[in-house]
């Protein structure tokens, strides 16, 4: 199980206002800050961004909801916020109930909400 993720990227402010919008849908805010470090979460902060002059870390990342309206708000803030689209929001092949948005940060990370209820 894991405890807690990081990216690092040479744009600090500008990933961290897309992840602040990107992520309210699903109960995240910042919980920690330090110059340069950012960590994110709804209990704890299990999500991190931190400054890095060599740039993007070029992940995919995946996060759950129990809930399809949430997949459609991230959606509609991280394009708000500077997010491309990968995908818009939508049932997936992968299983019949995998309903999932995807969006490219503005790093390029390509981010997903994912749904598996029905």
Request: glycine share 12%; hydrophobic share 40%; charged share 20%.
């Amino acid at each position: 199980m894991l405890d807690h993720i990081g990216l690092r990227t040479n744009q600090f402010d500008g990933l961290l206002a897309f992840y602040r919008a990107a992520l309210a849908p699903l109960g995240y805010t910042v919980m920690m800050e330090y110059p340069g470090t950012a960590g994110l979460g709804r209990d704890y902060p299990d999500f991190w961004i931190g400054a890095d002059e060599k740039g993007g870390s070029n992940i995919h990342l995946a996060f759950k909801t129990d809930d399809r309206a949430v997949v459609d708000a991230f959606h509609a803030a991280a394009l708000a916020n500077g997010g491309k689209d990968n995908g818009a929001p939508g049932l997936r092949d992968y299983t019949p109930s995998y309903y999932a948005a995807f969006v490219l940060d503005p790093d390029g990370n390509n981010l997903e909400i994912v749904c598996s209820k029905e």
